[in-house]
């Protein structure tokens, strides 16, 4: 409880005059008593706050850039109406900064036994779960000379999902797919493909296709077609290491690793094969088994929503013992992580052969596009140095990419715009290969 702003500028001004006509403690007592009075009889008809009922209601889960609206119902149980301020507390990275103060504040007028309905707008800055703090409610009296303050605690929590933003490079990737798996006119053939129909022979076609028992049995020659092998298994591995903690642009390399990876998802799942995913650094930090495949992308959007970058060097014997425990039989392991030399040389690259002689291994990396533009860079002393360092930096990674191919690795190197398109490329170009 305390005096207002209103209490405050009343007894400043009944000062003046008491100064200037009648400067005694009577004039002041006279002044000061009558507005104590006042703030007495102002307290008393104030709705007490303790007594209120509040409860929420509204959305749980939202993608990163989107807002979500979260409501707070309070009913006044008691005879007086409640006149009031009302702050609903949430983390600062719930915000846009600069809206905090006129989003999560609010008036409110109730009479004795009713309800009101207020909204907070949230509009997350950062993925993850973010949890309401507490609700801090000012009640006035009908003068606006006192206020009686407290605090409630209403728990609920929003969850700020990746915002997929590569998902408009899906319809383009689909139509390839359908090509690939004999929707269209186009079917191709390859190591591991399995038979889908006989046509008759048009010239141009491979003569290898001919089925000659097909053609003995009749007087035009017959040619097999094939089609990509359904249900395959993923598992896609997000590295959450120190590396991935790497700013490229204005976000984690994490958060474009993530959206690489939501867009395989999507396109592996509608190709007909299983997907998993593994989060990791030095131990396991999410984990996804086991979906169908109307429930995978959301079950994988769910897990990766509260990671974040851990500042621990990546565990890569763990790494890859986890994965091999995951999949025990030939899959396509996707390894979503740096190009850095250090961690590939001293971690990775003396385990990749307890991966490769048993599973198909992709590597997707996410490169800087600044290093580029500091390679391209002249004109100044400043710019020669910086180009020196953007060309050791590309000479670094393509070595280390070059040492990684040498091992049977598919190596994926592109920027956050690009990575997530590529990395569906490169699915498909294995697919179309008969490589998974």
Known sequence: ????????????????????????????????????????????????????????SGDTSVRLGDTADVHLTLTNPGTRTLRARLRDAWPPSSWQPGTETA??????????????????????????????????????????????????????????????????????????????????????????????????????????????????????????TWRPERDRHILICLDTGRTSAGRVGDAPRLDAAMDAALLLTALATRAGDRVDLLAHDRRTRA??????????????????????????????????????RNAPRRSLVVLLTSLDAAPIEEGLLPLLPRLTQRHTVLLASV???HVAAMTAARGSVDAVYEAAAGTQSQSQRRHTADQLSRHGVHVVDATPDTLAPALADAYLALKAAGRL
């Not at 609920?156 to 269209?184: N, Q, Y």
């Not at 897990?303 to 890859?320: I, S, Y």
């Open 103 to 224: 989003a999560s504040r609010h008036r409110l007028d109730i009479p004795p036994g009713e309800r009101r309905r207020l909204t907070t707008r949230l509009h997350p800055a950062r993925r993850g779960d973010r949890t309401a703090d507490r609700v801090t409610i000012r009640s006035y009296g009908p003068l606006g000379l006192w206020a009686r303050q407290g605090s409630h605690s209403v728990p609920w929590t929003v969850r700020v999902l990746p915002p997929f933003t590569s998902r408009k490079h899906l319809p383009s990737r689909l139509a390839r797919l359908r090509e690939l798996d004999g929707r269209t006119s186009v079917l191709t053939r390859g190591e591991g493909t399995e038979f889908d129909s006989l046509r008759d022979y048009v010239p141009g076609d491979d003569t290898r296709s001919i089925d000659w028992r097909a053609t003995a049995r009749q007087n035009k020659v017959a040619v097999r």
């Open 287 to 324: 984990q996804v088994q086991g979906r169908p495949p109307g429930e995978i992308l959301a079950a994988f959007v769910n897990a990766m929503a509260p990671l974040e970058p851990e500042l621990v060097e990546t565990d890569a014997r763990t790494l890859v013992s986890t994965i091999l």
């Open 1 to 56: 409880m305390g005096f207002t702003g209103r209490a405050a500028l009343i007894a400043a001004l009944g000062s003046i005059p008491v100064g200037i006509l009648e400067p005694s403690w009577t004039g002041m007592l006279a002044v000061n008593g009558s507005l104590a009075l006042a703030c007495a009889a102002d307290c008393a008809l104030a709705a007490p706050v303790r007594t209120l009922r509040l409860t929420r």
């Open 367 to 369: 490169a800087d596009p």
